[in-house]
Every structure is written in C-alpha cells, then in structure tokens.
C-alpha cells in the first residue's frame, strides 16, 4: 500500500518559514520523481517545486530563490523548506510522486498552510 503522509503545515507569519515533510511508504523511493504542488481557495492546482529522481530540481517562479526542495533516499523522504513566506502563499500543498518507468503517481493528503499577521 503507498503512503505519501506531510506534516509541518501550520500558521505563519508574513516572513516567515515552515518546513513541509512527506513521508512515503510503499514505492522505491529512489526511481520516483517528487513534487509539491498547491492548491489556494477558487484556484487551479499548480506545481511549486519538483526533484527528480536524480536530484535535479525545478521551481515556479513564483518560490524561486524562496523555497528549496530536496529528497531523502535514505529515509524516504521529500521536504519542501519555504522562506519568506507571503499571504499569497496560503493554500494546501500537496506532496506527489511519479514513477521513472510508468505512469505510476501518487498523492498525499494535503497540508495547510496559511500565511497571515
């Protein structure tokens, strides 16, 4: 059974930073690219940052130079640290995988994330 599990979600101020893990269970973790989308309220779903499944990685504009991914292969694990968070930030991120060799892509559950004073 896959699992993708986030945590580290929560209310922050404007400025300031959270920490978005995800857990995953389930895949061999090292074949399967990862990714952190979200998705704000009235708003299309859009990816905020992606790591391949060799380490490259690519962010939306929007986080550039603010959010850093990076991956785990040891532990199983993907983190999303984001910096100088803005209101327009806030949305529910969403941790996916796909898999190198097929079109195996999985999902987490979500976790909040609100920016506001």
């Known amino acids: 059974q896959v699992q993708l599990v986030e945590s580290g979600g929560g209310l922050v101020q404007p400025g300031g930073s959270l920490r978005l893990s995800c857990a995953t269970s389930?895949?061999?973790?090292?074949?399967?690219?990862m990714g952190w989308y979200r998705q704000a309220p009235g708003k299309q779903r859009e990816l905020v940052a992606r790591i391949s499944s060799g380490g490259s990685t690519n962010y939306a504009d929007s986080v550039k130079g603010r959010f850093t991914i990076s991956r785990d292969n040891v532990k199983n694990t993907v983190t999303l640290k984001m910096n100088s968070l803005k209101p327009e930030d806030s949305a529910v991120y969403y941790c996916?995988?796909?898999?190198?060799?097929?079109?195996?892509?999985?999902w987490g559950q979500g976790t909040q994330v609100t920016v506001s004073s």
């Open positions: 389930g895949i061999i973790f090292s074949v399967y690219a």
């Open positions: 996916t995988s796909r898999s190198d060799y097929s079109n195996n892509e999985y």
